[in-house]
């Protein structure tokens, strides 16, 4: 029973493929969230997503797509891997106010070699 | 736009110890949520505590606490009887009141809790 999950929790690749990572939450949240932490540990927030609408899209390469079929799912699709695309991706829940707790996944290792 | 910074990459402190880790934040809102994530070696962000910026009273969670100081803008977190499983990194973040619910992360600090 796994609040936010996500999959795979492992990736490696070659550059320029592309990969997909997928998230689910069970909270009955209605806002859904991609963070990236690099290799220095340092996170931070690429896109959010309202009731499946694109509320929050940080200066991300276009070659990072989120998709958002419903409320309960937000995947993430990589297109023309990088090296430096190598990073944990976290996806993570909420209600939409301010204030409210954001509930991360267990986080998805891509390395790209 | 907002900044968030830890000045202690990384700290120790021996078990049944006190430790505290500093967080100060750049902001012109005034009114806004400041947390504090826990990251374990398993990955998993986890919320440690929260803090409401129009609250004076410091948040507490059992072993857990904040000195909040809105006008230096500081937010520290304070670990009473450190336990081993205390062991990980730390984020500091910060949340506006006016833009969604956006976290803003500090760069963390490495606690090592040692037995």
């Known amino acids: 029973d796994t609040a936010v999950s996500q999959t795979p929790k492992y990736l490696v690749t070659q550059m320029g493929n592309d990969k997909s990572i997928k998230c689910e939450q069970n909270l009955g949240h209605d806002t859904m969230y991609w963070y990236k932490q690099d290799s220095k540990k340092f996170l931070k927030i690429m896109f959010s997503?309202?009731?499946?609408?694109?509320?929050i899209n940080e200066t991300v390469p276009n070659r990072f797509s989120p998709k958002s079929p419903d409320k309960a799912h937000l995947n993430l699709h990589i297109n023309s891997l990088e090296l430096g695309d190598s990073a944990v991706y976290f996806c993570?829940?909420?209600?939409?106010?301010?204030?409210?707790?954001?509930?991360f996944g267990e986080g998805s290792w891509l390395t790209v070699v | 736009a907002q900044t968030v910074t830890q000045s202690q990459p990384e700290m120790s402190v021996q078990e049944a110890e006190t430790v505290t880790l500093s967080c100060t934040y750049d902001t012109s809102e005034n009114n806004y949520y400041l947390f504090w994530y826990k990251q374990p070696p398993s990955r998993q962000m986890i919320l440690v505590i929260r803090q409401e910026a129009y609250k004076q009273q410091n948040a507490t969670e059992n072993r857990f606490s904040v000195n909040f100081q809105k006008a230096a803008k500081s937010f520290s977190l304070k670990i009473s009887d450190s336990q081993l499983g205390d062991t990980a990194m730390y984020f500091c973040?910060?949340?506006?009141?006016?833009?969604?619910?956006?976290?803003?992360f500090g760069g963390g600090t490495r606690l090592m809790v040692k037995p």
């Open positions: 997503y309202n009731n499946k609408e694109l509320i």
């Open positions: 973040a910060f949340s506006p009141h006016n833009a969604g619910n956006m976290l803003t």
């Open positions: 993570a829940s909420s209600q939409m106010a301010a204030g409210n707790t954001i509930y």
